[in-house]
């Protein structure tokens, strides 16, 4: 009985070793594993018949048994090795990259011309010590109005100017109302800077739009003059445009007074680029602040003046149109 349980552990093991090496995926070699090595395998099978033969025969068959599991499980390492390797190496060359193919192409991104200037802008704020402010473009009438000293009376409030809602509110005409929220939330001093979209009542044509982008700054300090204002902006507008020459007109808003108009010499001409004052006493009292200890300035700009005087747009409506061959030119 030992020799014929010898033969078979030696086929089995001659078997097991082919069938190993012959298998071409792992998971075959998984199937193969269970078979011979496997609880219910072909190995534990034979051996379950030690249990018939003599206490001398089966230390004898035990050793054998042990070589024959061992051999099969060498073979399998060694052909999960290579099957592994194998993988491994069929991944790479998939996934190789040939640098001497033509890349696929990705057009550019570009920054859009309002984009561009409202970013040098902030820029140029931000380097003078401004601090950045947004609000709601849906308002109240009193931060838009009421809060800025614009009388019930006055022309911007006509319908024809502005966008009311059936709610008693309105969107925007200016970027003013930011500096109204922040100044009843922060004690002098302060310099805010507010960018944003505003709306206006306008019938749309090459220079005029319903919705626009205005940039406007706020500075509240003791001390402050119309001298300091005119730095300001004289700063900004040279970090802009160049060294021009620039020039300031009287001129009214409800909210600044005195009021002015800035212009720039561009290409031979005078440009209107800006509006700008000292702050009311009446604003500064809206929000709590001592106007006989408080002075400030203001001033702003539409961000669109300034892309069509930058770039040479004779149309405002080509900022909005989303045209690959205009926007492609920035």
Known sequence: MTTNLEDQLLALRQEGEQAIASADTLERLEELRISYLGKKGQLGALLRSMGQMSAEERPKIGAMANIVKESLQESLDKQRTALESAKIQAQLKAETLDVTMPGIYRPQGRIHPLNGIIDRALDIFVGLGYTVAEGPEMETDYYNFEALNTPPD???????????????NLLRTHTSSVQIRYMEKEEPPIRVVAPGRVYRRDNVDATHSAVFHQIE???????????????????????????????????????????????????????????????????????????????????????ERFAMVLHQIDDIRRLYASDLRFLHQF
């Open 217 to 303: 700054l706020l500075a509240v300090d003791e001390g402050l003059t119309f001298t300091d204002l005119k730095g300001t902006v004289k700063v900004f507008l040279q970090s802009i445009f160049g060294d021009l020459p620039i020039r300031f007109r009287a001129s009214y808003f409800p909210f600044t007074e005195p009021s002015a108009e800035v212009d720039l010499q561009w290409n031979g001409r005078w440009l209107e680029v800006m509006g700008c004052g000292m702050v009311d006493p009446n604003v500064l009292k809206s929000v709590g602040y001592d106007p006989e200890i408080y002075t400030g300035f203001a001033a702003g700009f539409g961000v």
């Open 154 to 168: 006055h022309p911007a409030r006509d319908m024809q100017d502005t966008f009311y809602l059936p709610d008693g």
